[in-house]
């Protein structure tokens, strides 16, 4: 028994990822790459703590749900049919109805004060804010699992969530007005023989591909990253599935969510709506986790993480990277992207974007942005090829942080001191004698 799970642990940790398409025959090969994605997402779902991460969205989801139902409110009102939007809420949360009704009243009452002026200046303002903050931890969230170090710019986080607040209440209220239209024709439909059930289907199929399109386009747009589309589909079909499955199973749980009022009393509504956005977020993340394997599978070739690699590499590999770049630049060549550079160097795509980044950091290179997502980023030297050197780059990386604590040099005056820092100096001296793009 111990040597079969001994297998089945090598095989998942070591074997698995050693097998070559060439090796299998297709169809195992696509089980072998299922197995894979799965295996990373909830590896990495496990390692990158997303039970805190949900919660602390969990907790900007109550902050701002008010404020976002009541634009989607004012703005049904302002199509005419705010019964109906109010009927679809409770059906969005029929596994929630206490939470459901209490929510319903706050909205109400928030309309009611906004419209007499009362909340026209700070409750505005707190209403911004809690949906900007609510935008910011998902992108922040979405970001750190795609490993995404540059966040948007300033234009852009303005536009994109402004957009996000105004065209997603448009949204759920044209989507719930078509909701609606075809709840009516089906009524009108019960006398063709043919058509009602077709009806019917599409009606109770319908939350399920609302809630898959919603997932797919957060997937998509969310990170400040390009996402293929095609990488993002069957995670957003899980997530939403599995969001629907949620649903049905608060519904039928009536007995044990009686036995919890009974307990609680009515404030048994908070904690199971917490309860029930914990989860959904958890969800979510999980479909982003997945959507990200999805995508960078052959990153994951030797799963390297750059705090993982020894100091001594680390350098090695800033090196090789930045005298590739610095030669393309003086043969006046197209410069060089992070995929270009991993397929010439053979470091993973991961470990070069970080790299990169540290080098732009210290000023040794510079991006050149294409998009607006930063996809296709170039770098060129951010000095001239005729000062960057060896010694400039090691000595910049050593020397770049935050910190800089007060230390009593007088205890450095001895005399093995200065050999030590003698020493230092004449190594890196001796490397700027040599020029990364003579390398």
Known sequence: MKKLINNILSFFTVTIWRVKRQDVSPLKYFCYEIIKKLFLAIESATTKRMTDSASALTYSTLLAIVPILAVVFAIARGFGYNKYIES??????????????????????????????????????????????LIYNI????????????????????????????????????????????????????????????????????????MIAVFIALYVFMPNTKVKLKCAIMPGILAGSAMQGLQ??????????????????????L???????????????????????????????????TEDISHRYKLMMCVILASCICKRFEEGRKPYTALDLKLITGIPIR??????????????????????????NFYQPAESTSRLSVGLLIDRLESYGKWKLELDFHKFKSERWKKILMARSTYLENQRNILLKDL
Not at 255 to 260: D, P
Not at 277 to 297: D, H, K, M, P
Not at 351 to 373: A, G, H, W
């Open 248 to 269: 049905l199973f608060y519904i039928h749980s009536q007995i044990w969510v009686s036995s919890y009022n009974a307990i609680y009393g009515s404030f048994a509504a």
């Open 351 to 376: 470990i070069t974007n970080d790299l990169l980044y540290e080098l732009v950091k210290i000023n040794i290179l510079t991006e050149i942005s294409t998009d607006d997502k930063g996809d296709y």
């Open 88 to 133: 679809w809420f409770r059906d969005v949360l029929s596994s929630q109805p206490q939470a459901a009704e209490v929510i319903i009243g706050f909205v109400n009452s928030y309309l009611v004060h906004t419209k007499s002026g009362i909340f026209l200046g700070i409750g505005l303002l707190f209403m911004l804010w809690t949906v900007i903050m």
């Open 139 to 210: 992108e922040q969230n979405f970001n750190r699992i795609w490993q995404v170090k540059k966040p948007r710019s300033l234009f852009r986080t303005i536009t994109d969530y402004m957009a996000m607040f105004l065209l997603v209440p448009i949204i759920i209220v044209v989507t719930s007005g078509i909701s609606i239209f075809v709840a009516t024709i089906a009524d009108q439909m019960e006398n063709y023989a043919l058509l009602a059930p077709m009806i019917r289907l599409i009606i109770d199929v319908m939350p399920y591909i609302l």
């Open 271 to 305: 904690p199971l709506f917490m309860l029930w956005v914990q989860i959904s977020w958890i969800i979510c993340l999980f479909g982003a986790e997945l959507c990200y394997t999805n995508q960078n599978l052959e990153e994951f070739a030797f799963k390297a993480q």
